[in-house]
């Protein structure tokens, strides 16, 4: 049964407390809406528990009355306190995180991976991770330096399909570089510069690496130095760059394998 929520400061609900603020480093994750928590639910990840309002949750509850985990209800007003900011679509779950995978563990079966390298944006990781998803890509690799792709922000822009993804974090980088050359991968530096390979022209090989920078800065000179070509999307009309996000999709899309 569900077990009703009266207080903002309800000790049982602390996983969902001050969401707006809170900063990269809990030991679980946060899912919201209802199409990211059934997600959830196909993943592997164990639940700790579901917050709804009551509202969502008179026409919700059958999506998760199954679930081990306690399921609590509260008023709209305080389950805006409790997160700090109103929950629209009116529900929330809690859930572990994935364990951390190592740069070798998700090199092993891949063939097309894409690297991120200082994307400090959220939402632009959940964009990323969506759409290596759809578009077939094994991995998500990250440098030491790019934000928690387990952040709420992330997990709900990515629809969920940051939980099925494996994600790497590479502490030796750029270094990390090399050891995916070392596996056979070819890595494919993008940049906006009009020097580099188109694209398209690319003959494609048998494993790629797609390597991105932050939006502003790009890769940096360093990281850059270590891939085996610069790769551009051609642009019309003299837009000069995309959106990180939007750029990869491009770019995964072009070097897609055919889905099964």
Request: net charge negative; aromatic share 4%.
């Amino acid at each position: 049964m569900p077990i009703r929520i009266e207080a903002a400061d309800d000790p049982r609900i602390t996983d969902y407390v001050g969401l707006r603020d809170r900063r990269d480093g809990d030991d679980f994750l946060i899912a919201e809406t209802k199409q990211v928590i059934a997600r959830l639910m196909k993943s592997p990840l164990k639940i700790r528990s579901v917050l709804f309002s009551t509202k969502a949750h008179a026409t919700l509850w059958p999506m998760v009355q199954h679930v081990d985990a306690p399921i609590y209800v509260a008023e709209a007003e305080i389950l805006e306190g409790i997160a700090g900011f109103p929950v629209h679509r009116g529900v929330l779950a809690s859930a572990g995180r994935p364990a951390p995978l190592d740069l070798l563990d998700v090199l092993a079966d891949a063939r097309r991976i894409v690297v991120l390298e200082g994307s400090n944006d959220h939402e632009n990781i959940g964009a990323v991770a969506r759409s290596a998803r759809a578009l077939g890509f094994d991995a998500l690799v990250l440098d030491p330096t790019c934000a928690d792709p387990f952040a709420r922000r992330a997990v709900r822009v990515s629809m969920g399909e940051i939980l099925h993804l494996p994600v790497a974090r590479c502490e030796d980088w750029p270094a990390a570089l090399g050891t995916m050359a070392a596996h056979g991968f070819e890595t494919w530096a993008l940049t906006t510069a009009t020097t580099a390979n188109s694209l398209y022209d690319m003959p494609m090989p048998a494993k790629v690496a797609l390597v991105a920078g932050a939006e502003g800065p790009g890769l940096t000179a360093e990281a850059q130095q270590r891939t085996h070509y610069d790769v551009r999307i051609p642009m019309h009309h003299d837009v000069d760059s995309l959106n990180l996000g939007h750029a990869l999709a491009i770019a995964m899309a072009a070097v897609s394998p055919p889905p099964r």
